[in-house]
């Protein structure tokens, strides 16, 4: 939506996966809704709650993880500090007890079975990814509010217009890249540059700075955690984690206990095509087991895309020498200014656009991040991010079992490697002879949003969702 003024720290929250739109989302929708009744007094009030999930949100609610989010969320956890250990025995003592503390504060009685209702045929207006929080009160009364959980865990309340989400004045309001262009041509500012500047209007710059640098860490250590854990993936369909395997296998066997010394390591491997392919691959593959395991991830601008501006990233900085704080600052400021563009041309929400929106808009981020970084011009940044886009144009998300894991995890290798791919097209490219522009792509992205059949929209009512069975062992 234009005119939307979004922060670095929009595009990018750390959270718990498997799903930002389905997870994270709701989550924080629960909590906005405890906060509502603390405001008003109510919360001692309440003796009984219902949690009605909609759309999408009711369609693969189980395998996203929306009932356990929303559960946590009116317990009044956060996702960003809450012990990623602690998940599952937590949620099973909501179900076992019949009670939940809301809040941290008033325990009522609580039926998983009965209190939280999937309305697989219902489906509300705004946006397919609704959840309706109903409170009941001692003296009869009931409270109840809507929310929407409309990508990359940003939430909108029934009745409130999206761009309350950041209500500042800009230096350099863009909603458009020609709009960033034209600022960037004015004041001869690259792309990161022109968004740092913007960020001063919400902090101060050493705050942003070490917020983007709390950022890098997430994900630094989401990688590391990835490629250094084994075992198969929660959910029923027995995917095994390849990332640890294939880290075992490029480092020959040889374990190094903290990040710094393995990637010393991987870097004295070589920079062979073959090698930094699969490097690639890894880094995406870790991510995203990580997050189909409810471990703690970076929104980028999604969980369901979470692997593919981190493995991108850590190309970069393995094998491009890249391992400085402020090229790192670059990298994140960059990308997240793309993501904008797309969330307000279009969506970044796979239940409104397939999996275009997801890992389409993810690898343009990072295709431009990467190409801003490689020493590219600003047209050159904007071309690679179009370059991205548009070779993901009309990619459904059909999700096997409504979990985000086939074809999900590999889809962020994918869509890393086409990232580099273009960032070093555009590099070797003349911008000004491109046929396509940056816009045209985010518009064509959301007409093909529009046209697309509802069945291909995270409703695992088509493709692979529908042509796989679950009972098929894993190659």
């Known amino acids: 939506m234009a005119n939307e003024r979004i922060s670095i720290f929009d595009m990018f929250k750390i959270g718990i996966g498997p799903s930002s739109s389905h997870?994270?989302?709701?989550w924080r929708a629960a909590q906005r809704f405890v906060e509502i009744l603390r405001n008003k007094a109510l919360l001692n009030e309440v003796v009984g709650i219902n949690i009605l999930l909609y759309g999408s949100l009711a369609k693969t609610g189980v395998g996203h993880g929306t009932d356990i989010a929303v559960l946590l969320g009116l317990s009044g956890d956060?996702?960003?500090?809450?012990?990623v250990s602690q998940v599952t025995p937590k949620v099973q003592e909501i179900k076992t007890s019949g009670k939940i503390n809301l809040g941290a504060e008033q325990e009522v009685t609580f039926s998983y079975t009965s209190d939280l209702m999937f309305l697989y045929t219902e489906s509300?207006?705004?946006?397919?990814?609704?959840v309706t929080f109903q409170a009941f009160l001692h003296d009869g009364k009931a409270v109840s509010e809507t929310y929407y959980s409309i990508g990359g865990g940003f939430v909108v309340q029934e009745g409130d217009a999206e761009s309350v989400l950041s209500e500042v004045?800009?230096?350099f309001p863009v909603d458009t890249a020609q709009e960033l262009m034209v600022w960037c041509m004015r004041t001869g500012l690259k792309i990161s540059e022109l968004v740092m500047e913007n960020e001063l209007s919400w902090r101060s710059e050493?705050?942003?700075k070490e917020g983007i640098l709390h950022i890098f860490r997430t994900l630094r250590d989401c990688?590391?955690?990835?490629?250094?854990?084994?075992?198969?993936?929660?959910g029923g369909l027995h995917v095994e984690r390849r990332a640890a395997k294939m880290n075992k296998r490029l480092l020959s066997g040889r374990a190094y206990e903290d990040y710094d010394s393995w990637l010393s390591a991987i870097r004295g491997g070589g920079k062979d095509f073959g090698y930094i392919l699969d490097w690639v691959s890894c880094f995406a593959l870790a991510v995203n087991e990580e997050n189909a395991s409810f471990g703690r991830v970076v929104t980028a601008p999604t969980n369901g895309a979470s692997g593919v501006i981190p493995a991108v990233l850590q190309y970069y900085i393995t094998f491009h020498d890249g391992y400085w704080e402020e090229k790192i600052m670059q990298f994140i400021a960059t990308a997240s200014e793309i993501g904008s563009i797309f969330k307000k041309g279009a969506t970044i929400s796979a239940a409104m656009g397939g999996c275009q929106a997801e890992i389409g808009v993810s690898s343009a981020m990072a295709a431009a991040a990467l190409t801003e970084c490689l020493g590219g011009s600003q047209r050159q940044v904007l071309m690679a991010a179009e370059i991205a886009m548009e070779h993901h144009l009309g990619l459904t998300c059909d999700p096997i079992g409504g979990l985000v894991q086939i074809p999900c995890?590999?889809?962020?290798?994918?869509?890393?490697?086409?990232?580099?791919?273009?960032?070093?097209?555009?590099?070797?490219?003349?911008?000004?002879?491109a046929k396509v522009s940056l816009d045209a792509v985010v518009s064509t992205m959301w007409d093909t949003a529009q046209d697309m059949n509802a069945k291909y929209k995270e409703t695992a009512d088509g493709g692979l969702a529908i042509k796989v069975p679950l009972s098929l062992p894993e190659c």
């Open 23 to 26: 997870t994270l989302g709701p």
């Open 78 to 83: 956060d996702p960003v500090t809450f012990d």
């Open 124 to 130: 509300l207006p705004y946006h397919p990814n609704a």
């Open 169 to 171: 004045e800009l230096p």
């Open 206 to 208: 050493e705050q942003t």
């Open 223 to 234: 990688i590391y955690k990835g490629c250094h854990t084994a075992g198969v993936l929660p």
């Open 409 to 433: 995890i590999e889809r962020n290798t994918m869509g890393a490697v086409k990232a580099i791919t273009a960032a070093q097209l555009a590099l070797n490219s003349n911008p000004d002879k």
